[in-house]
């Protein structure tokens, strides 16, 4: 079985990269808040402040996750553009990742 992350650890970050789902093209994050929102197992859904990457017009937001952010399990997330706001963009499909326990 494959895993994405492990529980406690801080040096992961997940990368996205913004487009638009019909043509593909890359969407423009210059001036645009970025979060992700995500949930594992049957946790609380967590809300983050994504970073928006240099240069915003290459698409990519980046979240560092902290020591409390990842447990065992397996997260199911989306990436929002605007949130809130009357251009808000969620993505259709939702991502999953795998967590594992660190070895003990």
């Known amino acids: 079985m494959d895993y994405d992350f492990v529980e406690g650890d801080t040096g992961n970050k997940l990368v996205a990269t913004c487009r638009d789902k019909s043509t593909k093209t890359l969407i423009d994050l210059t001036g645009k808040a970025v ?4 949930k594992i197992e049957d ?3 967590q809300i983050k402040t994504m970073a928006v990457q240099e240069p915003p017009t290459a698409a990519k937001a980046e979240y560092q ?4 952010d990842l447990t065992a399990g397996t997260m199911q997330g989306e990436v929002r553009i605007q949130p809130g706001q009357p251009d808000q963009i969620t993505n259709l499909l939702p991502f999953s990742k795998r967590i594992r326990a660190p070895l003990s």
């Open 65 to 68: 996750f902290g020591a409390s």
């Open 35 to 38: 979060q992700l929102r995500y």
């Open 43 to 45: 946790g609380t859904l």
